[in-house]
């Protein structure tokens, strides 16, 4: 079945750069109608949506956040990865990678989720 | 973008019960409306979606409706496993975003 990992440091000192890995298996999502998406959550709060990317290489960003985000991917979208600039406090949050079903419009499968915090 | 309210924040109520949980949009979204069920610790789970199909799987208990601006999930009869935090989400236009959370707990 889909399985989604997230992977990478759990804590960054503000001003850093965050960098997270999602290593996406069991699923085929490089031949469209699945885009590949970062979503974080803050504690006590409903999630936040931070970017996706589609098997073109078309990405789409929250503008809230797009001035500081890179998502990319690997060729067979197996390897999905963030980049978050210039972090605070703001940031601190568990970060999940998922797939964006765009045919029905859903979030379907989700990784476990990572906690980054930021902190010197 | 468009914000999702959600009422109530948290609800209290037995195993048995039936409830409702509501969510607004601030703009029509049509049926583009999500729901997710999450638990402490745990990545949200997908129960509903285009606001009133249940996804595979999922008990017929919890019930989706709405269109436009307002949406519901119901659950019919409580179970214990069900009390957990609800999200809608919507999915009509990017930046997609979430509600603030229902969190049902037990009476």
């Known amino acids: 079945q889909v399985q989604l990992q997230e992977s990478g440091p759990g804590l960054v000192k503000p001003a850093q750069t965050l960098s997270l890995t999602c290593t996406v298996s069991?699923?085929?999502?490089?031949?469209?109608?699945?885009?590949l998406s970062w979503i974080r959550q803050s504690a006590g709060k409903g999630p936040e949506w931070i970017g996706h990317?589609?098997?073109?290489?078309?990405?789409n960003y929250n503008p809230s956040l797009k001035s500081r985000v890179t998502i990319s991917a690997d060729t067979s979208m197996s390897q999905l990865s963030l980049r978050l600039n210039s972090v605070t406090a703001a940031d601190t949050a568990v970060y999940y990678c998922?797939?964006?079903?765009?045919?029905?419009?859903?979030?379907?499968?989700w990784g476990q989720g990572v906690l980054v915090t930021v902190s010197s | 973008d468009i914000q999702m309210t959600q009422s109530p924040p948290s609800l209290s109520a037995s195993v048995g019960d039936r409830v409702t949980i509501t969510c607004r949009a601030s703009q029509s979204i049509d049926t583009y409306l999500n729901w997710y069920q999450q638990k402490p610790g745990k990545a949200p789970k997908l129960l509903i979606h285009a606001a009133s199909s249940r996804l595979s799987g999922v008990p017929s208990r919890f019930s989706g409706g709405g269109s436009g601006t307002g949406f519901t999930l119901a659950i019919s009869s409580l179970q214990p496993e069900d009390f957990a935090t609800y999200y809608c989400?919507?999915?009509?236009?990017?930046?997609?975003?979430f509600g603030q959370g229902t969190h049902l707990e037990i009476k």
């Open positions: 990317i589609y098997s073109s290489g078309t990405t």
């Open positions: 989400q919507q999915s009509y236009i990017p930046p997609f975003t």
């Open positions: 998922a797939t964006y079903f765009d045919i029905l419009s859903y979030f379907d499968y």
């Open positions: 069991g699923g085929s999502f490089s031949s469209g109608s699945y885009f």
